[in-house]
């Protein structure tokens, strides 16, 4: 195709290259103040062999907007510290408070407990929690534990999910000690939409994080022709490129009707609303 055109095959790769590392700078350096987010999703995903930190915000009518990205190693708590601060330094507003998602990595964790402190509520991805926890198990229990986990995260109220989650956990104890330890460790944030009376409304969406997992699945498809990564530099031109090119064929998040209802009960019990005081 390129010699179509009278383009040989180096003269469309160096063109590729100049307008990549545009787009790059243009996606790094854009300002954030204009977005009104009300949810944050954050997650380690692989792309083009190396670890990439990405995240995702949700606007209060529904709007998914890939934010950045930051290459390391692992989700330790240094590198995300960093990246999180990169995107407040470019404008995220989070004083009107945020619901943020996880896979429940113990370094993302404390970085967004350290950067958005009393200001955000951390749901843990409830997919990686049952995951985790069946992952202890010998392969004839999992499929049953499994189900049971579904059954339980898939109540609509706090009491009943944490009813039979604990019923679960029995059942763990004297089959595998680190399994149930498993369950236990962060189970209260697996369960921070039930609590907040907001499952039966934003379980699709903000349950997992499904939607970054399709947002880096979308990624996949569009650099699944390039045979050979080379240098970081490449990959960066190159997720900037993909994401900039999706981002604006995103769907709304399912649920999206109700996310004003959710910012309003994310106030309500970070205490950001002061009550007006009677005359």
């Known amino acids: 195709m390129p010699q179509a055109f009278g383009l040989s095959s180096s003269q469309v790769s160096r063109r590729f290259v100049t307008a990549s590392a545009a787009r790059l700078a243009r996606f790094q350096e854009r300002r954030l103040e204009e977005l009104d987010l009300v949810a944050l999703f954050i997650d380690g995903k692989t792309f083009a062999d190396e670890e990439m930190l990405i995240a995702l915000g949700i606007t209060i009518d529904g709007r998914k907007i890939p934010l950045?990205?930051?290459?390391?190693?692992?989700?330790?708590?240094?590198?995300?510290?960093?990246?999180?601060?990169?995107?407040?330094?470019?404008?995220?507003?989070?004083?009107?408070?945020?619901?943020?998602?996880?896979?429940?990595?113990?370094?993302?964790?404390?970085?967004?407990?350290?950067?958005?402190?009393?200001?955000?509520?951390?749901?843990?991805c409830q997919w990686h929690k049952r995951e985790n926890v069946c992952a202890y198990l010998a392969k004839s229990d999992q499929a049953r534990i499994r189900k049971k986990l579904q059954k339980a995260y898939d109540q609509d109220t706090y009491e009943q999910a944490k009813t039979e989650l604990l019923a679960i956990r029995k059942d763990l104890e004297p089959l595998n000690g680190s399994a149930a330890r498993s369950l236990d460790e962060g189970l209260e944030d697996t369960l921070t939409l039930h609590w907040l009376g907001l499952m039966p409304y934003l379980?699709?969406?903000?349950?997992?994080?499904?939607?970054?997992?399709?947002?880096?699945?979308?990624?996949?498809?569009?650099?699944?022709?390039?045979?050979?990564?080379?240098?970081?530099?490449?990959?960066?031109?190159?997720?900037?490129?993909?994401?900039?090119?999706?981002?604006?064929?995103?769907?709304?998040?399912?649920?999206?009707?109700?996310?004003?209802?959710?910012?309003?009960?994310?106030?309500?019990?970070?205490?950001?609303?002061?009550?007006?005081?009677?005359?």
Not at 254 to 271: D, H, N, T
Request: aromatic letters at 8%; charged letters at 25%; hydrophobic letters at 40%.
């Open 68 to 124: 950045g990205f930051e290459q390391t190693v692992s989700e330790n708590e240094r590198v995300c510290t960093q990246f999180l601060q990169k995107l407040v330094d470019l404008g995220l507003c989070f004083d009107q408070g945020l619901l943020i998602i996880i896979d429940g990595a113990k370094g993302l964790y404390r970085a967004v407990k350290t950067v958005f402190g009393e200001f955000c509520l951390i749901q843990r």
């Open 203 to 279: 379980k699709q969406s903000f349950r997992t994080t499904n939607c970054i997992e399709s947002l880096n699945s979308q990624v996949a498809q569009r650099t699944r022709n390039v045979k050979r990564w080379t240098t970081s530099d490449q990959c960066h031109r190159w997720l900037a490129a993909a994401l900039m090119d999706i981002e604006p064929h995103l769907r709304v998040v399912k649920g999206f009707r109700y996310l004003p209802m959710l910012r309003q009960v994310i106030q309500r019990e970070l205490k950001l609303v002061q009550e007006v005081m009677k005359a």
